[in-house]
């Protein structure tokens, strides 16, 4: 088993900028690929961003490449969302997300989910 929890999340600006955190447990963390997707209210769970064990190859979904970054600290048994630009169209839950030693294709692939965090970006 693998928990995740999310912090980080809450009310911001259009144009300001969030770090969103996802603390890791239970197993070797870098053995897990791990990820973010956001739910908006009425739509359905979409893939943002993932990363490899070793952190060194990332993929975003086109709406926000250029404006959000994942990483992640091993050591801490952490991965991170750093959030610039948001738009308003960026108000969703997100959710930290792991698989293990895989690319994720789509929320139904991930093997643990956390409980999610609430970001709000006001026009």
């Known amino acids: 088993q693998v928990q995740l929890v999310e912090s980080g999340g809450g009310l911001v600006q259009a144009g300001g900028s969030l770090r969103l955190s996802c603390a890791a447990s239970?197993?070797?963390?870098?053995?897990?690929?791990m990820g973010w997707f956001r739910q908006a209210p009425g739509k359905e769970r979409e893939f943002v961003t993932t990363?490899?064990?070793?952190?060194?190859?990332?993929a975003y979904a086109d709406s926000v490449k250029g404006r959000f970054t994942i990483s992640r600290d091993n050591a801490k048994n952490t991965v991170y969302l750093q959030m610039n630009s948001l738009k308003p169209e960026d108000t969703a839950v997100y959710y930290c997300a792991a698989r293990y030693n895989a690319w994720f294709k789509g929320p139904a692939t991930v093997n643990y989910w956390g409980k999610g965090t609430l970001v709000t970006v006001s026009s």
């Open positions: 239970g197993r070797t963390f870098s053995d897990y690929f």
């Open positions: 990363i490899s064990g070793s952190g060194g190859t990332t």
